[in-house]
């Protein structure tokens, strides 16, 4: 199926930000649309074969990068500041605007990667219109839902917040997790880390009693040999939606996928990720 990958299209963010939408368009158009965030410290283009792939299921994709990433007009700094709460209020939001004012007979769902998803999720317990969300290798980062793990997920929290509040934003890249970020990012991040509970700074949106009223679909599609999303964490950030049959989690590991994929590098090779979100949308329908 042919598929149109259109400029990126360029918006400006309540606050004076700007950022760019890159959207996939499919020749055999279902009228449904797909909002695709990223995960913490990953382009929008790192997705671009993800977003195709989904094209050509019929699926229209608009793919934006994170705050302070990729084609955003910011980047975090001791000047430069921003959490959860500011990504929600901004890119979030202008995302669904575009969406819903351009696809508006579609049927709209949204993916998150990761932190992607983690957004996502707070996102749409919030936003009425949604018609699911699916997150993929994506979990809470309570520790107590890691195992083994839980030990070094805490140290990594301690650093990590000590060197934010240190520096004035994270540079990621030298710790080996994240990209350049802000520092109320990670202190959000820290604080789900050792509560298991989203409360991000600025925000007065009671997001835990939001989430567990939702009725919406919610697809988890997790790794076994992804170490940076155990079963457990996944389990636990699904639990926030209460118990319901619409909530699935597919879990793939290498027999199935042919190869063993991380956090990071099935995006590369989506197939079985698009075959699970192409039965799980169809199955909406």
């Known amino acids: 199926m042919e598929v149109k990958q259109h400029p990126q299209i360029p918006f400006a963010n309540a606050d004076g930000t700007t950022n760019k939408m890159t959207v996939f368009e499919p ?3 279902r009228k449904k649309v797909i909002a695709l965030f990223p995960a913490m410290g990953v382009k929008a283009s790192y997705y671009h074969t993800l977003g195709a792939a989904l094209a050509r299921q019929g699926f229209t994709v608009v793919l934006t990068d994170l705050r302070g990433n990729g084609h955003s007009s910011i980047r975090p700094s001791r ?3 921003f959490g959860y ?3 929600l209020e901004q890119e979030f939001t202008s ?3 575009h969406i819903f004012s351009t696809y508006v007979e579609y049927e709209k769902y ?3 990667h990761s932190l992607g998803g983690q957004l996502g999720a707070l996102f749409v317990s919030r936003e009425n219109g949604w018609h699911g969300l699916a997150v993929i290798a994506c979990c809470s980062v309570y520790h ?4 083994k793990g839980k030990t070094k997920l805490m140290i990594a929290t301690h650093i990590i917040t000590t060197v934010s509040k240190l520096l004035g934003y994270y540079p990621g890249k030298r710790f080996g997790f994240g990209g350049l970020e802000a520092k109320t990012v990670m202190l959000d991040w820290a604080k789900q880390a050792r509560t298991g509970l989203y409360f991000p700074k600025g925000n007065d949106r009671p997001y835990e009693e939001l989430m567990a009223k939702t009725t919406l679909p919610v697809l988890a599609v997790s790794f076994v040999e992804d170490d940076m999303a155990p079963k457990s964490a996944v389990d636990h950030l699904l639990g926030k939606f209460g118990e319901r049959e619409n909530i699935e ?3 793939l590991d290498k027999s199935e996928t042919g190869k063993p994929f ?3 590098n099935w995006a590369k090779q989506p197939e079985k990720v698009v075959e699970a979100l192409e039965k799980w949308i169809s199955g909406k329908s």
């Not at 107590?144 to 195992?147: E, H, N, R, V």
């Open 262 to 264: 991380n956090h990071f």
């Open 249 to 251: 989690h597919l879990r």
């Open 95 to 97: 995302v669904k605007n």
């Open 27 to 29: 020749e055999d158009d």
């Open 85 to 87: 709460n500011d990504q």
């Open 79 to 81: 000047k430069v500041d």
């Open 144 to 147: 107590k839902t890691w195992g």
């Open 110 to 112: 949204l993916v998150g």
